[in-house]
């Protein structure tokens, strides 16, 4: 999401939304953070999973003061990532993040 900063910081808003299209391939949890939707913490665990829950409190623990040292970066990201498509979990299905554990019993807690 990176990329997303730069393109935004230099005002080049329809090459970031081209970035945040690629995003929920990557990890599908990281806006969530950056926008305020779930708590940063610090992640103490001994793995990440890519493409992960821990994954993206990673991401966002490292990265979110240079979101909000650029102008509108998190309002821009709140008005567009919730109109990415990412494909809804089922509450008996396995958990996205890589956990082995139910969604119900994992990611979907934390929403």
């Known amino acids: 999401m990176g990329g997303i900063q730069i393109a935004l910081k230099d005002g080049k808003f329809g090459e970031a939304k ?10 599908i949890y990281v806006p969530d953070y950056l926008t305020g939707r779930k708590a940063v913490y610090r ?9 992960g829950d821990n994954e993206a409190v990673c991401y966002a623990e490292g990265y979110i003061k240079g979101w909000q040292i650029v102008p ?5 990201l709140k008005k567009n990532a919730s ?5 809804k979990v089922g509450r008996n299905e396995q ?9 119900k019993k994992c990611c979907s807690l934390m929403q």
């Open 95 to 103: 958990c996205p993040c890589g956990s082995g554990k139910k969604f």
């Open 18 to 27: 081209e970035i945040l299209k690629e995003a929920p391939k990557r990890n």
């Open 83 to 87: 109109g990415l498509n990412i494909d």
């Open 72 to 76: 509108g970066a998190i309002d821009w």
């Open 43 to 51: 992640y103490t665990g001994d793995t990440v999973t890519v493409g």
